[in-house]
T-cell receptor
Framework: EAGVAQSPRYKIIEKRQSVAFWCNPI?????LYWYQQILGQGPKLLIQ????????DSQLPKDRFSAERLKGVDSTLKIQPAKLEDSAVYLC????????????FGPGTRLTVT | AQKVTQAQTEISVVEKEDVTLDCVYE???????LFWYKQPPSGELVFLIR??????QNEISGRYSWNFQKSTSSFNFTITASQVVDSAVYFC????????????FGQGTRLTINP
């Protein structure tokens, strides 16, 4: 079974530029998550989708971050404009529907903002 | 609020030693779920185990074992006869029982197994 796919794996941009990340979850997984992991810290949830609806985006900096999940499958996360403090690994995860379902993570996109 | 504390930032042992990674959690929920994930140098988080709050049975999987104690709000992870391939950052995580509850991670413990 294919895992969670993410692209690109690495991205370097200058501050104030925009960037977009793509995620394809495990087939059949209704729930999709985007996390931000700053070096030396645990992942922090940015947004959670159930099918194509947003369940939790309380920690998403909405003035610069946006995410969508069209057709309830693939998802994109966008940052516009980027700041230096956005340098981090952006992880996508998916799970079956259900409160305690384990989440499966993709390889992540390492973003460096200079 | 949910909180997970992994007090050990870094652990270094020699191969074949046993090592225990500590995890202490805080939650007001009566139903909750605990997880351990492994993050090798490649960066991908690998799911290891899930425990719900009503199941305090300890679990063993090969060289890995987990000790869940509600009385001390702890969910510790032991690797027996450690191997170099066990070197990674290990995260403990907690999720509450509601449908929209987020998964809260600890800061992680960096485990280095030296040959």
């Amino acid at each position: 079974e294919a895992g969670v796919a993410q692209s690109p794996r690495y991205k370097i941009i200058e501050k104030r530029q925009s960037v977009a990340f793509w995620c394809n979850p495990i087939s059949g997984h209704a729930t999709l998550y985007w996390y931000q992991q700053i070096l030396g810290q645990g992942p922090k949830l940015l947004i959670q989708f159930q099918n194509n609806g947003v369940v939790d985006d309380s920690q998403l900096p909405k003035d610069r971050f946006s995410a969508e999940r069209l057709k309830g499958v693939d998802s994109t996360l966008k940052i516009q404009p980027a700041k230096l403090e956005d340098s981090a690994v952006y992880l996508c995860a998916s799970s079956l529907q259900g409160t305690g379902a384990e989440q499966y993570f993709g390889p992540g996109t390492r973003l460096t903002v200079t | 609020a949910q909180k997970v504390t992994q007090a050990q930032t870094e652990i270094s042992v020699v191969e074949k030693e046993d090592v225990t990674l500590d995890c202490v959690y805080e939650t007001r929920d009566t139903t909750y779920y605990l997880f351990w994930y492994k993050q090798p140098p490649s960066g991908e988080l690998v799911f290891l185990i899930r425990r719900n709050s009503f199941d305090e049975q300890n679990e063993i999987s090969g060289r890995y074992s987990w000790n869940f104690q509600k009385s001390t709000s702890s969910f510790n992870f032991t690797i027996t006869a450690s191997q170099v391939v066990d070197s990674a950052v290990y995260f403990c995580a907690l999720r509450g029982g509601g449908g929209a509850q987020k998964l809260v991670f600890g800061q992680g413990t960096r485990l280095t197994i030296n040959p």
